[in-house]
């Protein structure tokens, strides 16, 4: 294990999980290219260095630590990655720990998905991002097999793609007018609340735009009627809709809100997966889905669809990410009321090149599998 630690934290090293030890990205240590039947997975620790310190409810950062994968099968590489922002509890250890015990050489065809990720979820319970980054590498490298995007695989159109929201994080009065006037290509920004600035925040953005807000809680609100007074008073500026408004270990309380209140609560921190969601229609009026909370994108597929049976609004979310990891929830994007896939654009060390925004909305490219090109290793 001391090994394994010591490849997790160097930047230059990638480990293959075949057992035949390290290998430098794209040269791996077996014969990989051409025509060998087995899939091989290999993964590096990354770390994304944010453009602005980013501030919630309850905390605040300048970096995130990924974890970045890829699969490799006669000659074709799929792309993968795990984003994993501290308070969520993987690091670096946890998904070295976890992907170091995915044996891919036990399977010889990629197609057979859901076999293989029922297999790597078997392995540990937990680990979500890192059940990620297999899930998006496996649909990436299948797309590329069959040359197609997964939002076509699907039958999605790329012109049903919802804006994508900005996400303005707490800050002074200033930084906010900033960052307010930076946005301005967005037809719909996101803002952080959950503190006692909350009205400030809204009133310095609006005194330099009219676009609609949505605004993310982040389970800040503690008083149920002191967050319905302020949901009614949102509602005058201007906003859409709520998320995530009281602690996710609250039900009764965030039920109350969604009944009385007169804009749609979306559920994030509260619901992580596909169990989650089964009564969360008792609770929520909608869903943010993550493909880090909740797995990938086999998951939050069914997501969507258990979610629309339950007549919920879908949202699809994200965490600070690569264009990896956002252009593969881009590809879901036609199925969704709102987009928050904004993550890439917070980083200043992309290595991707996948889904753009253009004017305010989620570009879809002919691209196959998850969409994007590596731009830089
Ligand atoms: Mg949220």
Redesign the pocket.
């Known amino acids: 294990m001391a090994a394994t630690m010591a490849a997790a934290f160097s930047p230059l090293l990638s480990r293959s999980v075949t057992g035949a030890g390290l290998a430098t990205p794209g040269n791996p240590p077996r014969s990989s290219g051409g025509g060998d039947k087995t899939l091989k997975l290999f993964f590096e620790p990354y770390v994304l260095q944010l453009k602005h310190t980013f501030t919630l409810a309850n905390s605040s950062r300048t970096t995130t630590p990924v974890m970045l994968t890829r699969i490799e099968y006669e000659g074709f590489t799929g792309y993968g990655e795990a984003s994993m922002p501290p308070y969520l509890g993987e690091s670096h250890q946890t998904a070295t720990a976890f992907l170091s015990k995915v044996d891919l050489t036990r399977f010889s065809d990629p197609f057979r998905m859901e076999e293989i990720l029922e297999y790597v979820d078997r392995i540990a319970p937990g680990n979500p991002a890192a059940k990620a980054s297999v899930d998006i590498a496996l649909h990436d490298l299948t797309g590329k097999i069959m040359k197609q995007p997964w939002y076509k695989i699907w039958g999605l159109s790329a012109e049903k793609t919802p804006d994508t929201s900005f996400t303005i994080g707490m800050d002074t009065a200033e930084v906010v007018r900033q960052k307010t006037l930076e946005a301005a290509p967005y037809k719909i920004l996101k803002v952080k609340l959950g503190r006692d600035t909350d009205k400030m925040m809204i009133k310095t953005i609006r005194s330099v735009t009219r676009v609609p807000l949505c605004v993310?809680i982040?389970q800040g609100w503690t008083d149920r009627k002191k967050a319905l007074e302020m949901i009614y008073w949102l509602k005058e500026q201007g906003v859409v809709f709520v998320?995530?408004p009281m602690p996710r270990d609250r039900p009764d309380d965030n039920a109350w809100l969604t009944q009385h209140s007169p804009l749609p609560v979306i559920g994030?921190e509260a619901i992580q997966g596909l169990n989650d969601l089964i009564d969360a229609y008792q609770v929520y009026s909608g869903v943010?889905i993550k493909l880090m909370k909740c797995t990938g994108m086999w998951e939050a597929r069914e997501m969507v669809t258990l979610a629309r049976a339950q007549q919920m609004k879908v949202m699809l979310?994200c965490m600070t990410e690569t264009s990896c990891a956002i252009s593969a929830a881009a590809q879901l994007s036609p199925m969704a009321d709102w987009a928050d896939l904004d993550g890439n654009l917070l980083i200043g060390n992309d290595l991707f090149d996948g889904m753009k925004i253009v004017n305010g909305k989620v570009t879809l490219f002919d691209r196959p599998g998850i969409g994007i090109k590596k731009i830089k290793s």
């Open positions: 993310d982040n998320e995530q994030d943010n979310g």
